[in-house]
T-cell receptor
């Protein structure tokens, strides 16, 4: 149980375009999901907390207009990187909060902006 | 300010021996701690957790120890297996927002 699916696993896009990443909880409902970013050889950095039916809460320094988060249902949260630039290239990972206060993670999305 | 610290970037052990991964934290508001295992280009996989009301939690080959006074926790893996080779992240949370603060990870290599 507690499976989280993240799609796509890898995306390459041109600078200036937008990219949408989906995060789904497959066998449980998640009112709260999280979006992280990981730089090479670094830890996971929390970008935002996504709450079903309400606005996301962004961490300090994260541009909410650039990283749009939508949590429209209890099993789906999306992260849209708008007007992507090469510095947005990174590994993005989502998680969903399940029972016992445990976050279960998706497999991650490798974004490369050319 | 790094609130969760894993001071050993890497650890190498022989198959069958014990692996001990350490983690220190500074925020006294943290009351829930988790260990995750991560392979390259994949998301972290939950291993084991412990609440601050306990000092030990065991699940199969994995045991987590918590020393609140020292603000220190450790993950013991015994016996270690080559398949355990991965990066291990310590994470902590506190309060009602369930946000996790991660350490930088320790690369464990288990040699056959």
């Amino acid at each position: 149980g507690a499976v989280v699916s993240q799609h796509p696993s890898r995306v390459i896009c041109k600078s200036g375009t937008s990219v949408k990443i989906e995060c789904r909880s497959l066998d449980f409902q998640a009112t709260t999901m999280f979006w992280y970013r990981q730089f090479p050889k670094q830890s996971l950095m929390l970008m935002a907390t996504s709450n079903e039916g309400s606005k996301a809460t962004y961490e300090q320094g994260v541009e909410k207009d650039k990283f749009l988060i939508n949590h429209a249902s209890l099993t789906l949260s999306t992260l849209t990187v708008t007007s992507a630039h090469p510095e947005d290239s990174s590994f993005y990972i989502c998680s969903a909060l399940a029972h016992r206060d445990i976050q279960y993670f998706g497999a991650g999305t490798r974004l490369s902006v050319l | 300010d790094q609130q969760v610290k894993q001071n050993s970037p890497s650890l190498s052990v022989q198959e069958g021996r014990i692996s001990i991964l350490n983690c220190d934290y500074t925020n006294s508001m943290f009351d829930y701690f988790l260990w995750y295992k991560k392979y390259p280009a994949e998301g972290p996989t939950f291993l084991i957790s412990i609440s601050s009301i306990k000092d030990k939690n065991e699940d199969g080959r994995f045991t987590v120890f918590l020393n609140k006074s020292a603000k220190h926790l450790s993950l013991h893996i015994v016996p270690s297996q080559p398949g355990d080779s991965a990066v291990y992240f310590c994470a902590a949370s506190g309060g009602s927002n369930y946000k996790l603060t991660f350490g930088k990870g320790t690369l464990l290599t288990v040699n056959p």
